[in-house]
Structure formats: C-alpha cells, structure tokens
C-alpha cells in the first residue's frame, strides 16, 4: 500500500505561485503514472495533471495548461506541481494520487487511482 504525503499549500494573491509537493513511501511510484487532482468546495474531484511513469508525457486541463508544472524525481520518490500565476479560480484542496497499475498510460477519472494524500489547501484571494 502506498501512502502520500501532500506539502506546500497555503493562501496566496492572485499572480502568486506555489509549489506543491507529494512524498510516496511504502511503495515506489517509479513505474507508477501519477496525477494531481483538486476538489473546491461544493464541486467534485476533477483531474488538474498527470505525468507517466518515464515522464515522457505529461496532461493538464485546459484551465492550468501554460500556468502548472507537473514533474516528478523517481529518486525521491515524490512528485510536484509548480502552480504559477494562480487565480481565484484555482482555490481547492490538492491531493495526489497514484495508478495502481505500473506502466499504465494517464488516467483522468478519480476512480482509476487507488492511493491518496490527505490534500493540502491551496486559496487565492483576488
């Protein structure tokens, strides 16, 4: 069983950046695709970005496409997510999630993830 660990959340202004991070221990995530999703309140989980297992492809949605950074160091079994230019709009919990298949292509529905962080909290103020 894997566990995460989400860090680096906090209340910014809108323009500000945050870099959020996602420490797996139990397990490596190494051959593992893995995604931030967020949830704001009232709304469901929705995917933000996903990396492959060999990080050769990355996926975000629309609405952070040019402003987030998803990356990962499969030496520190840990992935992150550089979140620049933040708008009011990003405010939500953040959690990271990983595949429970190896090798597996990224997946953007909630429920093709087995293992979750507890989330950080991620506001910004306009």
Not at 32 to 41: D, E, I, K, L, N
Request: glycine share 10%.
């Amino acid at each position: 069983q894997t566990q995460l660990v989400e860090s680096g959340g906090g209340l910014v202004q809108a323009g500000d950046s945050l870099r959020l991070s996602c420490e797996a221990s139990g397990r490596t995530i190494t051959t593992y695709p893995m995604a931030w999703f967020r949830q704001a309140p009232g709304k469901e989980r929705e995917f933000v970005a996903g990396i492959s297992w060999n990080t050769i492809t990355t996926a975000y949605i629309p609405s952070v496409k040019g402003r987030f950074t998803i990356s990962r160091d499969n030496g520190k079994n840990a992935v992150y997510l550089q979140m620049n230019n933040l708008k009011p709009g990003d405010t939500a919990i953040y959690y990271c999630a990983t595949s429970p298949q190896p090798f597996r292509t990224i997946q953007y529905a909630a429920n093709e993830y087995a293992s979750w962080g507890q989330g950080t909290q991620v506001t910004v103020s306009s």
